[in-house]
């Protein structure tokens, strides 16, 4: 047969994929697939991680600065009280004021439910829920000499557990995924 004959095709050669070859491969794709997915969402909990501790940390300027104007910190632990202290709209003792406001509003992500009064304003953290700040409200006999700010992370775990005095408690099963736990 000379060289620019085609040669007839053999039953025998090998021509395409077999099932089990393509359900390797299927499989190899999926498992590298997951781990980019896993990677992906890992980064972006991380950033979003980063930003509540920025937040967190202008909040925590902004209540010191607070205490220093007033004397001590707002007694609260209702996210839209602690919001209505910082823009300069609610005093110590809870009574009006209009002072000018301690924390720049455009940059902490926030929730309007009236844009006109402000009414309803909080903090939110990264994941749309409010940043828990607690101070004197909930615990008989606080002894802490500061507040508690915290976030409740990725896995929306409400941070619950304080132990006596108001400290809280970083050991407790239900703050586990807690951002935080900042305090002047």
Not at 124 to 151: E, M, Q
Request: aromatic residues 10%.
């Amino acid at each position: 047969m000379c060289r620019h004959c085609i040669s007839p095709v053999s039953f025998g050669s090998r021509g395409a994929f077999t099932l089990i070859e393509l359900m390797v491969a299927c499989a190899i794709v999926a498992v590298l697939a997951g781990i980019a997915v896993g990677g992906v969402q890992y980064a972006v909990d991380s950033g979003r991680a980063a930003r509540a501790r920025s937040d967190m940390a202008r909040i925590a300027a902004a209540l010191e600065e607070y205490r220093h104007r007033y004397g001590d910190f707002p007694s609260t632990d209702r996210p839209d009280e602690l919001c209505a202290s910082l823009l300069g709209r609610r005093g110590p003792a809870g009574g009006p004021l209009e002072d000018p406001a301690l924390v720049d509003v455009d940059r902490l992500v926030t929730a309007f439910n009236d844009s006109s009064s402000n009414a309803g304003l909080v903090f939110l953290d990264p994941w749309r829920r409010p940043y828990v700040y607690i101070y004197k409200v909930p615990v008989a006999g606080w002894t802490n000499p500061s507040f508690v700010l915290c976030s409740e992370g990725f896995a929306g775990t409400s941070p619950a557990a304080l132990v006596a005095g108001g400290y809280p408690d970083t050991d407790a099963t239900a703050n586990r995924g807690v951002i935080g736990w900042d305090g002047g």
